[in-house]
Structure formats: C-alpha cells, structure tokens
C-alpha cells in the first residue's frame, strides 16, 4: 500500500482565496483524520470521520474551514477565505479503529497564506 | 492554554548516549500518553504509548516513564543512534482518540 497520499504537498496562495487539502486514506481503514501543526501550538486533531460520517469537528478553529469525505477513498480540507495566520502544515491520518496508537499519517501539506 | 508542555525546543546527544526528552502536562485526568516520532518532509510516526495504570514502558532501545504526582513523561533512547534524529513530539489523553499534543522537540544525535 501507497499509505495516506495528500496532495498539493505545498501550497502558497494569498488572503482571502479559498484553498483545497485533499487526502486518500489507506484503504480498508474506517477512520479519517485531519491535523494542523504550528510551531506555537503543536498538532492539533481538526476533526475525524468514521466510514465517511464527521463525528467530532470541534476543533476545527472556524466557520471558515470545512471539511466532507464523500467516499472512502477520498476527503478535503477547505479553508475559504484564508488568512495568513492559518498557514502551518496540514496532516491526514487513517486508522483501522478510534486509537492514536494506529493512526498512519500522510506526509502533510505545506501552506503558506501571504 | 497549553495543557501539554515540550519545554525544551531541541536537544543534542552524542552517539551512543542517553536521550531523554521531558514532557509535562497539566491535566490529572489524562490517562493515556503517546510518543511520535517525525522526520523533516514526512507525517508522525507513532513510536511508543503508556497508559496511566503503569509507571514504565519499554520497546527495544525506547522507554517511557510516566511520574503521575509530578504530571510528567519522559523519553529515554539508549543507546542513541544518528537515525534517531527527528523532531519527537509528546501527547496525552482522557480515552484513546482525542490526543493534545506538545510543540515538539528536535533530536539531534551527533554522530
């Protein structure tokens, strides 16, 4: 298996236009999750899918972000419109069941806001 | 506020000496606790966990040893190898899903 792909690896774009993280998990794993890393804060979990359904988007830190998972193989982060404070790397994980210890994540997206 | 604290931004071992990343958080509550493990351009790695019934873990080179009275988890890799060079980032929770993670601390391990 290819592991958790996310695409673009980087993205640089301006204040105020909309941008699109995209992730495929490795297949046969049931859970979906996306993280934001910052050097000030760390990572934090965003929000997680179980077999395609968001379950918990409390961290999510706006309206401004959204996220969906219209298949199994496929979800997006959405940020629209961004701002510069949410630069930082983005990460998709995949897991078989509801346990950190099991998460494989994705290499991450790079995105800049300027 | 942050509830779990990588006071130490880096660290630099020579080969084949101790390591020891610290880790401290604030939240009595959390009874689970994870270490990963990151590489530049790469996603974490999980590297080793420890629930809050047990005071020590060991997995080959890497122990974990958590001081629940002192809210504290550290990271021993003995002996350290040049491999082991990474950013290791710490993270606790209340069950087994929801972690809050520290801001990390770069390992370097000099050769």
């Known amino acids: 298996d290819a592991g958790v792909i996310q695409s673009p690896r980087h993205e640089v774009t301006e204040m105020g236009q909309e941008v699109t993280l995209r992730c495929k998990p490795i297949?046969?794993?049931?859970?979906l999750f996306w993280y934001r890393q910052t050097m000030m804060r760390g990572l934090e979990l965003l929000i997680y899918f179980n077999n395609n359904v968001p379950i918990d988007d409390s961290g999510m830190p706006e309206d401004r972000f959204s996220a969906k998972m219209p298949n199994a193989s496929f979800s997006t982060l959405k940020i629209q419109p961004s701002e510069p404070r949410d630069s930082a790397v983005y990460f998709c994980?995949?897991?078989?069941?509801?346990?950190?210890?099991?998460?494989?994540f994705g290499p991450g997206t790079r995105l800049t806001v300027l | 506020d942050q509830q779990v604290k990588q006071n130490s931004p880096s660290l630099s071992v020579q080969e084949g000496r101790i390591s020891i990343l610290n880790c401290d958080y604030t939240n009595s509550m959390f009874d689970y606790f994870l270490w990963y493990k990151k590489y530049p351009a790469e996603g974490p790695t999980f590297l080793i966990s420890i629930s809050s019934i047990k005071d020590k873990n060991e997995d080959g080179r890497f122990t974990v040893f958590l001081n629940k009275s002192a809210k504290h988890l550290s990271l021993h890799i003995v002996p350290s190898q040049p491999g082991d060079s990474a950013v290791y980032f710490c993270?606790?929770?209340?069950?087994?899903?929801?972690?809050?993670f520290g801001t990390g601390t770069r390992l370097k391990v000099l050769a």
């Open positions: 297949s046969g794993h049931d859970y």
């Open positions: 994980a995949s897991s078989p069941q509801l346990s950190a210890d099991t998460q494989y």
């Open positions: 993270a606790a929770s209340r069950g087994t899903y929801k972690y809050i």
